[in-house]
């Protein structure tokens, strides 16, 4: 499933217009990716959470060349799914 696709449901299941089932979407986008940059985490029951991960300097190797390479320091996003959610895809349709 596609933002799109997510957009066209929530239409259909809340009868409201595709302008305003894409506004939601957006708001609830913009949100979360509004709390993961201020270093917040994300949980939604049932289904998931999303956090930042920190990761530090170290030295790496260019697979290319074999010469070493600094990385930087980065913080990168992370999606760990839930206990329902787990089951219910284990389980199928």
């Not at 990385?71 to 992370?78: A, E, G, R």
């Amino acid at each position: 499933m596609n933002k799109l696709e997510l957009i066209s449901a929530l239409k259909n299941e809340a009868d409201i217009s595709k302008s305003e089932a894409a506004k939601v979407i957006q708001i609830f986008f913009d949100s979360m990716s509004d709390a993961l940059a201020a270093g917040e985490r994300v949980e939604i029951r049932g289904l998931c959470s999303f956090f930042v991960k920190e990761y530090k300097a170290y030295t790496g190797r260019n697979p290319k060349t074999g010469e070493k390479v600094l990385i930087h320091p980065k913080k990168l996003p992370f999606f760990k799914s839930g206990k329902e959610l787990r089951e219910r895809v284990d389980l199928g349709p």
